[in-house]
């Protein structure tokens, strides 16, 4: 069965510094990959996907088959990038499978 | 702005008793689901439709929880008898297809 690992639980960095907040898949096929976000007292939303290959709020994620990764980066940390990330993962006809999430802090 | 509705949003029980949820998902959103969350964990899901068909509920605890969508508009979530191990929140999501895109506020479930 497919798997998402988001190894750290909590991510504290100082506003202005990069940030990157890592997932994991175990998968060998061609996954979609996702990247979703909830701010405090907000809905579960979805921040970016990776066949679109967009940058959405300063943050990108690169889909890295040969390590298995799609890590979820931002050069600039703002404060209000504080809130919970979840990376997902879903195959072809599949279901959407959830990291356990990372809750990133963003310091003054 | 009209996004994802579920009601209510917070509910406390005794173990044994039933429970219902409500969802309306956006207007015109053909895909609707419905994910368990418990603390701690990423999103689960429980029941997927497209209109009024399931497309999957694997995950579905058949036995205790039940859902529909009459009309392939707004759905139901039901748990009869809840357990202990129910306390979550329910999340109620809907897209046009693919990936669940917008989700609601969810119902907070407490089962004592």
């Known amino acids: 069965a497919q798997r998402v690992t988001q190894p750290e639980k909590l991510l504290s960095v100082f506003k202005g510094a990069p940030v990157e907040l890592k997932c994991n898949y175990s998968?060998?096929?061609?996954?979609?990959l996702f990247w979703y976000v909830q701010y405090s007292r907000q809905r579960l939303q979805l921040l970016l996907r990776?066949?679109s290959r967009e940058s959405i709020k300063g943050f990108t994620a690169d889909l890295n088959k040969g390590e298995t990764s799609f890590h979820l980066k931002k050069p600039f940390a703002q404060e209000e990038d504080s809130a919970m990330y979840y990376c997902?993962?879903?195959?072809?006809?599949?279901?959407?499978?959830f990291g356990k999430g990372t809750k990133l802090t963003v310091n003054p | 702005e009209a996004g994802v509705a579920q009601s209510p949003r917070y509910k406390i029980i005794e173990k044994r008793q039933s429970v219902a949820f409500w969802c309306n998902p956006i207007?015109?959103?053909?895909?609707l689901y419905w994910y368990q969350q418990i603390l701690g964990q990423g999103p689960k899901l429980l029941i997927q439709?497209?209109?009024?068909?399931?497309?999957?509920d694997s995950q579905l605890p058949k036995d205790r929880f039940s859902a529909e969508r009459l009309k392939g508009v707004d759905s139901t979530l039901k748990i009869q008898p809840a357990k202990l191990e129910d306390s979550a929140v329910y999340l109620c999501?809907?897209?046009?297809?693919?990936?669940?895109?917008?989700f609601g506020p969810g119902t907070r479930l407490l089962v004592l």
């Open positions: 990776h066949i």
């Open positions: 997902a993962l879903r195959l072809i006809y599949e279901k959407l499978v």
């Open positions: 998968y060998s096929g061609s996954p979609e």
């Open positions: 207007s015109g959103h053909a895909t």
């Open positions: 439709f497209q209109n009024n068909g399931v497309v999957d």
């Open positions: 999501a809907s897209s046009l297809g693919g990936a669940p895109q917008y």
